[in-house]
């Protein structure tokens, strides 16, 4: 996946477990810089903010 494509824009990412969030994808952290030796996005929902690792990340759908 190239999780950069998502930066600034609204989606729905569900999770390989099933569940799905909805937010705006605020940040992109590749693999040297993130802990987890991953990349992942960051999805804030207008109350929280997500750290998804592509691993945990079953599908990403762009929202309008």
Known sequence: MKLWTYIGKN???TLMDG??????????????DNESGEDS??????????????SEIKTIEILN
């Not at 569940?19 to 040297?32: L, M």
């Open 41 to 54: 996005i960051h999805l804030d929902d207008g109350k929280l903010l997500y750290d998804f690792d592509e």
């Open 11 to 13: 989606v729905l990412v």
């Open 19 to 32: 569940q799905e969030f909805i937010g705006k994808v605020t940040n992109y952290d590749d693999e040297v």
